[in-house]
């Protein structure tokens, strides 16, 4: 008989069915949350994507801006504009111009047309609370500011020329509301465009327009809220970086004429939003 002896192994634990099944159970739900978790920190990764709204442009651009980064057919934002119940004065009659604030906003795969357009209206509304406005009034001269103001620094004079022409029963006479009303951007308004029939057309019409002309940004609005003391009643930016304010209409004349003497000497071209002429009748 040998004395060597033999290694027996014996068998390791075994799981029960019921075990293998739990095992697998597990496994199963691992792999639908790996499923599911594994894009959405892919995305999470990603620069974020944002939307800018620059001071002083219309709603009809920012819908379509919003389309493009929502990447959603052309006019999904317009439409959801006038569904979305956003929260608007009883004054702009669900129109929401004047109030998608400019800013950056950040867009992900859960926004929609409608949640953006509520986020930038809410945004609107803090900051017009913050600064203590509350009339649909002062962001429509806002919008107005916005458009004819060369420069921050001239926004609170331009706001009491409006108010200025306002309380002596003048037309405004603005480029930029008629500019407005044919869905443009110029610096060239013709006699023909100060016939033109539309409510925006301040030189045909006395008083205000009947909606903001574009998005107002918060100098703008701080300047419309509260404009500086002063008798002006027209101006005119002659060059960038000039805008001329006077009281006193043959003043005035005679800034125009440097102004269309300089338009003439760089021809034909220009235009935009800036730079603009106002208020060139008594």
Not at 116 to 135: C, E, F, H, P, W
Not at 165 to 178: G, K, N, V, Y
Not at 261 to 275: H, I, M, P, V, W
Request: aromatic fraction near 6%.
């Amino acid at each position: 008989m040998s004395d060597v002896q033999r290694t027996v192994r014996r068998p390791g634990p075994r799981l029960s069915r019921t075990g293998r099944l739990i095992v697998v159970a597990v496994l199963c739900v691992l792999v639908v949350l790996a499923i599911l978790l594994v894009p959405r920190l892919l995305r999470g990764v990603r620069p974020e994507q944002t939307l800018t709204v620059p001071e002083g442009q219309r709603a009809a651009q920012i819908y379509a801006a919003a389309d493009k980064a929502l990447h959603r057919p052309a006019g999904s934002t317009a439409k959801a504009a006038r569904s979305a119940h956003l929260t608007l004065p009883d004054e702009a009659k669900g129109n929401p111009e004047g109030y998608l604030f400019p800013a950056t906003y950040p867009i992900d795969a859960d926004t929609t047309p409608a949640s953006l357009l509520s986020y930038m209206v809410k945004t609107a509304n803090q900051r017009l609370a913050d600064d203590g406005i509350a009339s649909y009034r002062t962001v429509i001269i806002a919008s107005i500011v916005q458009a004819e103001a060369d420069r921050p620094a001239d926004m609170g004079k331009v706001a009491r020329v409006i108010d200025n022409r306002l309380a002596h029963h003048m037309p405004l006479q603005m480029d930029s509301t008629i500019n407005y009303a044919l869905g443009r951007s110029t610096l060239h308004t013709s006699h023909a465009d100060t016939r033109t029939k539309s409510p925006y057309n301040t030189y045909r019409y006395q008083g205000l327009p009947p909606t903001p002309i574009d998005n107002p940004g918060a100098d703008a609005l701080k300047a419309a809220g509260a404009p500086p003391a002063g008798d002006w009643l027209y101006f005119v930016t002659v060059k960038p970086g000039d805008t001329r304010f006077t009281a006193d209409y043959r003043e005035h004349l005679q800034n125009v004429r440097e102004f269309n003497d300089r338009q003439k000497g760089a021809g034909s071209g220009g235009g935009g939003a800036q730079g603009p002429r106002a208020s060139v009748r008594p």
